[in-house]
């Protein structure tokens, strides 16, 4: 009977995901503010992993900040063609 490996390929997790919201904005506005050095620092200071895995994390953020405000912009559209319809309506 062979042991079970597990799998040396497997990716890290990625611990910006991990933060608190407050945590991650402060990370998140220190690496925006200073934005090429910011990485650059990281690079040198962290490794690439590291870097890598605040980028996706700052990608992921931006993704989910998009689409929270496209829909809340839809749905303030909607409101107001229906206030207007309603109010044309009468």
């Given amino acids: 009977m062979q042991p079970i490996k597990p799998h040396a390929e ?3 997790e990625n611990p910006f995901l991990a933060l608190k919201f407050y945590e991650f904005a402060a990370v998140s506005a220190v ?3 200073f934005f090429p050095f ?3 620092l990281c690079w040198l ?3 690439p992993t590291t870097t890598r895995q605040l980028i996706d ?3 992921k953020d931006f993704v ?3 689409l929270i405000l496209g829909l809340l912009i839809v749905t303030a559209i909607a409101l107001l063609v229906y206030g207007v319809w309603q109010w044309a309506a009468v």
Avoid: D, H, R
């Fill in 10 to 12: 497997q990716a890290p």
């Fill in 31 to 33: 690496t925006l503010a």
């Fill in 38 to 40: 910011s990485l650059a």
């Fill in 45 to 47: 200071a962290f490794g």
């Fill in 57 to 59: 994390a700052l990608l």
């Fill in 64 to 66: 989910q900040t998009m």
